[in-house]
């Protein structure tokens, strides 16, 4: 179950909060006006959605580089782009 508390609360028990996320691993969603507008989660949960990110991004390309068509490199891409 995941905690919810307003920011104005969360301002006055942020130590508290800290700690319940890092060593509790419990996350918490942060409200403005009773409505959801960030979460607080650790450091573990953090790197682990980062690596799930990353092997999605690794699948898509593999996919994308198995579709039919010419290749092209990442710099000549973002020249096209005039990046």
């Known amino acids: 179950m995941t905690t919810t ?16 996320v890092a060593y509790g691993k419990e996350p918490i969603v942060l409200t403005r006006r009773g409505q959801g507008v960030a979460a607080l989660i650790s450091i573990d949960e953090l790197e682990l959605l980062q690596q799930i ?28 782009l005039g990046l």
């Open 5 to 20: 508390i307003s920011i104005a609360d969360a301002r006055k028990k942020i130590a508290d909060i800290v700690n319940k």
């Open 53 to 80: 990110e990353d092997y999605i991004d690794i699948e898509d390309a593999k996919k994308a580089l198995a579709e039919p068509g010419v290749n092209i490199s990442a710099q000549e891409f973002w020249k096209k």
